[in-house]
Nanobody, 119 residues
Framework: QVQLVESGGGLVQPGGSLRLSCAAS????????MGWYRQAPGNQRELVAT???????NYADSMKGRFTISRDNAENTVYLQMNSLEPEDTAVYYC?????????????WGQGTQVTVSS
């Protein structure tokens, strides 16, 4: 059993910052890439950023320069630092991780954390 648990969402004013965390737990052998996706009402889920096990990040173009993804492999945790937030960043943010267990290797998803940017 593998779980991804996100935290850190909330309400923030435009121009503000938030830091999201996602901790993976369970019968994990290896965590490969980890990442963040988001889904706004009426929209499809979209990529925010990913990071390899070696720490190489990749960002969606609209997030470059404002968001920073990082990870702590010892803690099986991925972070998303979000700065200069805009109302358009309002969405449910989902953590994703490519995980190998004894039985399989597949992507896992967290339950999501709401981020609302509003004055």
């Amino acid at each position: 059993q593998v779980q991804l648990v996100e935290s850190g969402g909330g309400l923030v004013q435009p121009g503000g910052s938030l830091r999201l965390s996602c901790a993976a737990s369970g019968s994990i052998l290896i965590i490969y890439a980890m990442g963040w996706y988001r889904q706004a009402p009426g929209n499809q889920r979209e990529l925010v950023a990913t990071i390899t096990s070696g720490g190489i990040p990749n960002y969606a173009d609209s997030m470059k320069g404002r968001f920073t993804i990082s990870r702590d492999n010892a803690e099986n945790t991925v972070y998303l630092q979000m700065n200069s937030l805009e109302p358009e960043d309002t969405a449910v943010y989902y953590c994703n991780a490519d995980i190998r267990t004894l039985l399989t290797r597949r992507p896992y998803w967290g339950q999501g954390t709401q981020v609302t940017v509003s004055s």
